[in-house]
């Protein structure tokens, strides 16, 4: 989820509005989850950057 909040950050977003989008994001997944009745799935709701990327390369 950081990688996603800094990601939007580094694209311009305020410094509020990221976090909300990162809520709305999981609120979308528990929703799906809710509706589906499938247990929670990370990889399918964050893209995971490689291993030898930082966050803030990832974010770029």
Not at 7 to 33: D, S, T
């Amino acid at each position: 989820m950081r990688a996603f909040y800094v990601r939007l950050v580094g694209r311009g977003k305020a410094k509020m509005q990221a976090p909300v989008a990162v809520m709305r994001k999981l609120l979308h997944a528990i929703y799906g989850m809710f509706n589906h009745r499938q247990a929670f799935d990370g990889a399918k709701l964050f893209a995971l950057p490689s291993p030898g990327i930082s966050t803030t390369e990832a974010a770029a």
